[in-house]
């Protein structure tokens, strides 16, 4: 599975991005996804995650701000950031695998698009 990012720029605080991932490949059921973000010098962290029952989880940093879904139709991920603070700024990079068994949900994922970049100034 290939997975491509967009939609990264650079915005003032308050503003908003809408970040697109596509996965390419062969793709027989429904993916788990994630966004995960990174900046120089510290750990990666996760942003946000939905399971093949579209069910969402959202790091408290970014809850009622940021919406991720999906278009399983598309295999797309999207993540909609609104009200935009400086601390956001990062590398964003998308996520994704096959559950495990029959869960819903991942703990783990093996493949990870090459990131786009979020910057946003005060």
């Known amino acids: 599975v290939l997975l491509v990012e967009s939609g990264g720029g650079s915005v003032q605080a308050g503003g908003s991005l809408r970040l697109s991932c596509v996965a390419f490949?062969?793709?027989?059921?429904?993916?788990?996804m994630a966004w995960f973000r990174q900046t120089p010098g510290k750990e990666r962290e996760g942003v946000a995650s939905?399971?093949?029952?579209?069910?969402?989880t959202y790091a408290d940093s970014v809850k009622g701000r940021f919406t991720i879904s999906q278009d399983n139709a598309n295999d797309t991920l999207y993540l909609q950031m609104n009200s935009l603070k400086p601390e956001d700024t990062a590398m964003y990079y998308c996520?994704?695998?096959?559950?495990?068994?029959?869960?819903?949900?991942?703990?783990?994922?093996?493949?990870w698009g090459q990131g786009t970049q979020v910057t946003v100034s005060s």
């Open positions: 996520a994704a695998d096959w559950p495990l068994y029959s869960r819903t949900s991942c703990d783990r994922y093996n493949y």
């Open positions: 490949g062969d793709i027989p059921s429904t993916l788990c």
């Open positions: 939905i399971d093949t029952d579209g069910r969402t």
